[in-house]
């Protein structure tokens, strides 16, 4: 099975790249890459890639924008690119993050995709700046075999390119990959190619041109579990009483090697070591500090392996689910706390209120397949506005809770394919008067008011007709 | 109160005096009777803070999911709605056999909480339906028992009812069935109906009806209610006791009662048609018979009279053997005489246990022991002779109902278990009677010889005890009677008491006891009643709360938890297709299609008793042949339960004995001796061949022996008799953490493919099987 398909993507990608020859874009004249390296990390199951860039503007004009290709097929499983300058000299060096948008080009070779990164001082010609980039890959490792019994380890393929996929020119790169074992079944050899360890080493390559493609393809053990979060719902309620409520449904699965046949609790109780090793026995989930009242359930009651780790920095949620998952098995839970108020809302100095929380899931190491985060304002506020450092799809929602007469106003964002880098801070705006927190005890004790004089009133007045 | 009113236009200020003590009597009644009903739904609070809020057991999960299905669809789909999750491939119309009013009455909160904004989730709905009940039906003893004999009993039997162990065991939080509901559907409707007797009012009568109907909506036990009123009637018209109010309290429940019983799909016709209802026809028969003599009697001479009766009995009793005859010949056509199974297994005893297995295998339906009368019902069970005697001094129609109801739930409740639950609250009532009985009678003792109210008039004395609601004594008792009903007894005794003012008094003062040993009697009383609250404490934390689907152990190293059946059911609702089905016993039958979402071949409601045997039947088969039959239903998976590693008791090999019984009750070559050698049930070395090649003992030990190399089963308490064996047309798809649940998987057919073998695995199975195929095939040569 290996060798065809290697064979036939790799007549097709030489294909591509004579093809990419061929038809040269224009942004590459002005600018090329004079030194690249790419530290690609397999050991998890989130493919992270470290690329360091030295470009050099060989052309006439100072431009401030740099281009990244990537492959349509990886593009797809791209959850996050993130490009940072050194700055200074020596050894008073800073970092810097830059801004970094998709981008579309119309001369795009075979449905390329781009990112732009604008720096922020333009780049003169002639001199060269240096550039960290990191991007993230999900779902990008395949298993094979797609299915394992329970005593088999899972062995996954990971396909890239030898060589960096730019719209430059690039004079020197070497690619190093992270494998979790020693245990690499097969690699694509594009010489010089070493293999050391954990580490495997492609290039370096001398003078490549633009869109130059070499595809590689790894089949190695990765033994880590899979933890795919499907859906994830976030709900945080606000309570100006005091109280941040935040329940959050998840549908979990371990998207490794598929479980085939029999699973055998005598053996996986017996031999921990060699059965199910890539099975997914436990999960932490980090939360805020100052959590009270953690739940864990599902729609079929309480479950009761978890345990709950706090101090003053943070707290720490060990999971269980309820049976080991294995490649493929599905469990669906919910996972409830209560937070103080005070650690997360503020006012802003236009007198508006804000809430500010962390966008993502706090389960470690997982990905998110569609992430949907509601905020719950509480009844009676206005103006919501929501300020997340990346670009989610937003709506408003009216959800009616505890006595509620007009609703609450809930803003909802939507985000597909997190993956643990996004759990960075987001805010919520809006504008809320203190008096509507008294409308409920007040509709409250008027309806037991009038209650009471009913019966008043009954008790007083004689509705007979007989005399 | 009627005494005091009657004194008041006399004396203005006695009359202020008196309405303020009464007042005060009043709200201090109303909020004991608050506090008892707060008091019946937290002490059924434990199982949510010992373990969590979930439904209990089995029959709970299938009013849940009917409750959801109601919620989520509405009540017109709920009528209409064809279960196909269920005995598959037969389904169930769950809309016309299921007792509807729990479900609607939980569907009914949900709904209401919702559309005023409070957002409770279905379940938590379910699981606090029944404490709220079971507040409902304190406040309805209470109401009975003051029909009966007044506020102070009313509140102690509410008191003894919210908090007595039988019906706290049916009506935890969690522990959402039919029987938490019904209970209060039962006692209310008795309140009614003695309501009417006593006032002869239409409009209880009419309401009577309506609670009855809320009943049949509820509970199977509704045909309690409907020969225990019939047979009380009956027995008011043989001790004389004929009146109107008794007409309208019977004549409008027979009638409006039956024809809103009729409109319950699951009774439908059965209300005219079965035998359970016939004694209320005759009752009602008779009733109009008696009605219609006393009329007549009351318009003829007395010699007319005589001679109407001759006529009428020698003419009526031709007609009445014709229509007898013809009822008879018509019930005995039937097999079941027009009864259903567990009515008979009732009158009959063992009934259940020669005809039935089935009804007979449910632990539920098994007489109850002596120490669990003590158990669940404590010391009530020594106050209730006393509440008897208390009723017949003076027998009144309430107090002989009370009697008669007694009289008939000891009965059933000693042929089953379940019904300590009808007997629960005739005990708490007449206990509560005889309670307040005795304490009125010390406290009026005490209050008599203590020197400092001594000096205070008799009349006095009487008032106070009257209007504290504490107690009433009996001469009270028929006076306001008497007021209320103006029967012709009752007046008789107005007469004979009315000039006789200070004979009251002196018997009064005869009645005291000695004051010392009034205080001690009070202490005793006060001691028992201390016991009674102890017990029932006890009872609801650690004998009734555990929800039976987690299980919890305490060891040196703390509390140890067995949440394997949840385990196993999430397994099953995430981790197989939609529609697979699976095949357990019909215990887990429930609970598998509520929290596993999978169909199920068999479940609790036991309604078609061939499918069970054949279920019954693959479980005691071999292996190849209960893979046959399970693959004739479509069955995927196969569930069993298995309690031998950690000894949980109650698992498959333990109820396996009732599969081969019931399995061997409809196919006949299951035979129970197979199963037992010299009559002993028994899996070690000794079992016999049969026993050890069934698919339940492999199902259950299969690789049992690797976990501790002895292969010790810790419920049986020995050694399994076959340890090493494989598996060939099943395998394991997932054992839960404590073995517990295992569930197996069917394996696929293997291709039928004439002149060619499967790969061989050793060459002598090869040869063997070439042999007897080509031996079959000569045979039959489309095999």
Same mark, same amino acid.
């Given at each position: 099975m290996e060798a065809p398909i290697r064979a036939t993507e790799f007549l097709r990608f030489t294909l591509l790249s004579l093809l990419f020859f061929v038809c040269r874009s224009s942004p590459s004249q002005d600018l090329l890459i004079s030194n690249a390296e790419r530290r690609i990390d397999l050991t998890s199951h989130i493919v992270k890639v470290y690329l360091t860039l030295k470009v050099e503007n060989a052309g006439s004009t100072p431009t401030s924008e740099i281009l990244l290709a990537f492959p349509p097929t990886q593009v797809d499983h791209l959850a996050t690119v993130e490009a940072l300058v050194t700055k200074g000299k020596r050894k008073k060096t800073t970092l810097a993050r830059l801004d970094v948008k998709p981008t579309e080009l119309p001369d795009a070779p075979n449905g390329t995709k781009y990112f732009t990164i604008y720096l922020s001082n333009p780049l003169n010609s002639g001199e060269s700046t240096t550039l960290e980039v990191l991007y993230l890959f999900t779902h990008s490792l395949e298993p094979f075999p797609a299915e394992i019994g329970q005593s088999e380890s899972q062995l996954v393929y990971y396909r890239d390119s030898a060589l960096i996929l730019s719209p430059y020119h690039i004079k020197q790169q070497t690619t190093f990959l992270k494998t979790p074992s020693t245990k690499v079944e097969s690699f694509t050899s594009v010489e010089p190619t070493n293999r050391a360890g954990t580490e495997m080493k492609y290039g370096p390559y001398e003078d490549r041109p633009p869109y130059s493609f070499s595809p590689i393809l790894i089949h190695f053990e990765n033994n880590s579990p899979f933890p795919v979060v499907e859906e994830l719902v976030r709900e945080v309620e606000i309570s100006h009483w005091g109280n941040l409520q935040v329940t959050e449904q998840y549908t979990l699965v371990h998207g490794g090697a598929r479980h085939k046949g029999v699973f055998s609790r005598v053996d996986y109780q017996s031999r921990p070591n060699l059965n199910g090793v890539s099975s997914l026995r436990y999960l932490l989930a980090r939360l805020p500090p100052r959590v009270h009242s953690v739940y864990y359930r599902d729609e079929i009651g309480n479950i009761s392996s978890s345990h709950l780790r706090t101090d003053s920095r943070k707290s720490e949620l060990e999971i269980e689910p309820r049976y080991p998952l294995f490649g493929g098995w599905k469990a669906t839970f919910v996972i409830g706390y209560g937070l103080p108020l005070q650690d997360f809302l503020f006012e802003s100095s236009d007198d508006r209120r804000y809430l500010n929380f962390t966008f993502g899931c706090p389960l470690l190491d997982t990905v998110v397949d569609k992430l949907t985060v509601k905020v719950v304002l509480p009844e009676g506020s206005k103006d919501p506005s929501a300020v997340v450092p990346f670009t989610v799809e937003q709506h408003l929602e009216t959800k009616y809770s505890y006595l509620d007469v007009v609703g609450r106003t809930v803003v909802v964002m939507e985000k597909k394919n997190l993956v643990p880098v996004h759990n960075s801070p987001f805010q919520v705006y809006y504008t809320f008067k203190?008096?509507?927190?008294?409308a409920e005890p007040l509709m409250l004790a008027s309806a037991f008011f009038l209650f009471f004089v009913a019966c008043l009133a009954y008790l007083h007045i004689d509705l007979s007709i007989r005399k | 109160m009627a005494a005091p009113e009657s004194s008041a236009a006399a004396v203005p200020t006695l009359y202020t005096n008196n309405a303020l003590r009464n007042a005060f009597g009043g709200v201090l009644a109303f909020f004991i009777l608050l506090l008892i009903g707060v008091m019946a739904f937290s002490i059924r609070l434990f199982s949510v803070i010992k373990y969590e809020s979930v439904i209990h057991e089995f029959d709970p999960y299938f009013n849940y999911r009917v409750t959801q299905f109601l919620a989520k669809n509405g009540i017109y789909e709920f009528w209409n709605w064809f279960d196909d999750r269920t005995w598959y491939p037969l389904g169930r119309v769950i809309g016309g056999t299921v007792y509807p009013g729990l479900t609607l009455t939980a569907g009914t909160i949900w709904w209401l909480l919702n559309s005023l904004n409070i957002p409770l989730s279905v379940e938590t709905v379910c699981v606090f339906t029944a404490p709220i009940f079971s507040a409902f039906a304190s406040w309805a003893t209470y109401l009975l028992t003051k029909e009966v004999k007044g506020t102070g009993a009313g509140l102690t039997a509410a008191a003894l009812l919210a908090m007595v162990p039988s019906y706290i065991s049916r009506s935890v939080a969690g522990s959402y069935d039919n029987e938490a509901v019904a209970i209060f559907a039962l006692i209310f409707t008795f309140y009614l109906y003695i309501k009417t007797l006593n006032t002869g009012s239409l409009f209880y009568a009419t309401l009577n009806s309506i609670a009855y109907f809320y009943m049949v909506c509820s509970w199977g036990g509704y045909t309690f209610i409907i020969n225990l009123i019939p047979m009380h009637v009956l027995l008011c018209i043989v001790t004389g006791r004929f009146s109107s109010r008794l007409y309208i309290a019977y004549a409008p429940l027979v009638v409006l009662g039956t024809l809103l019983a009729a409109l319950v799909p699951v009774v439908g016709f059965n209300a005219v048609? =079965?035998?359970?209802?016939f004694a209320s026809f005759l009752v009602f028969i008779i009733l109009h018979v008696v009605a219609f003599v006393y009329y007549i009697k009351g318009i003829l001479t007395p010699k007319m009279f005589k001679v109407a009766v001759t006529l009428v009995v020698s003419v009526g009793l031709a007609v009445c053997c014709a229509v007898i005859a013809v009822l008879v010949a018509l019930v005995a056509s039937s097999p079941t005489k027009g009864w259903s199974g567990r009515s008979l297994s009732l009158l009959d005893p063992t009934y259940a246990s020669k005809y039935i297995p089935i009804i007979a295998s449910v632990s539920e339906h098994q007489p109850p022991t002596w120490p669990s009368y003590f158990m669940d019902i404590n010391v009530l069970a020594f106050l209730v002779p006393a509440g008897i005697i208390a009723c017949f001094s003076p027998l009144s129609d309430a107090s002989s109902f009370v009697v008669l109801y007694i009289a008939t739930s000891v009965y059933f409740s000693g042929v089953m278990v379940r019904l300590m639950l009808v007997f629960a609250p005739a005990a708490c009532i007449t206990s509560g009677i005889a309670l307040s009985q005795a304490f009125d009678v010390f406290t009026r003792s005490i209050k008599f010889q203590l020197p400092g109210i001594a000096s205070n008039t008799e009349v006095d004395a009487a008032e106070t005890s009257s209007s504290t609601a504490e107690a009433q004594n009996d001469v009270e008792k028929s006076e306001e009677t008497s007021k209320n009903r103006p029967s012709k007894k009752s007046k008789k005794k107005e007469k004979e008491e009315k000039p006789l003012p200070k004979a009251k008094a002196e018997k009064k003062r005869l009645l005291a006891l000695p004051l010392d040993s009034s205080v001690i009697s009070l202490l005793l009383l006060i001691l028992l009643g201390a016991l009674y609250v102890v017990h029932c404490v006890w009872a609801a934390a650690e004998a009734y709360s555990a929800p039976s689907i987690v299980l919890t152990s305490r060891s040196h190293d703390g509390l140890h938890v067995f949440d394997d059946f949840r385990e196993a059911y999430a397994w099953l609702r995430h981790n197989t297709d939609v529609d697979d089905k699976v095949a357990s016993w019909w215990d887990y039958g429930y609970q598998t299609t509520a929290m596993a979402n999978r169909t199920v071949i068999?479940?609790?409601? =036991?309604?078609?008793n061939t499918h069970i045997a054949t279920v019954g039947t693959a479980m005691s088969s071999p292996e190849k042949a209960a893979w046959e039959i399970f693959h004739s239903l479509d069955v995927k998976y196969v569930l069993v339960v298995f309690g031998g590693l950690v000894g949980y008791p109650s698992d498959d090999i333990n109820k396996f004995l009732w599969m081969v019984r019931i399995g061997g009750g409809v196919f006949p070559h299951i035979k129970e001796p197979d199963y037992l050698r010299d009559g002993q049930y028994r899996i070690d070395s000794q079992a016999t061949p049969t026993m050890l090649n069934c698919l339940m003992y492999k199902l259950s030990y299969y690789r049992f022996v690797e976990t501790d190399g002895k292969a010790f089963d810790r419920v049986r308490q020995t050694e399994i008799g076959k340890k090493y064996f494989k598996l060939t047309h099943f395998e394991e798809v997932f054992t839960t953490h404590h073995w517990m649940v295992r569930i197996y998987k069917l394996k696929p057919p293997k291709n039928r493919i004439r002149g060619k073998t499967k790969k061989p695995k050793t060459k002598t199975s090869t040869t063997s099987s070439r042999a007897k195929r080509s031996g079959t095939g000569k045979k039959n040569p489309w095999h």
């Open positions: 203190p008096i509507f927190m008294l | 048609m =079965t035998s359970e209802h068999v479940d609790n409601n =036991t309604w078609n």
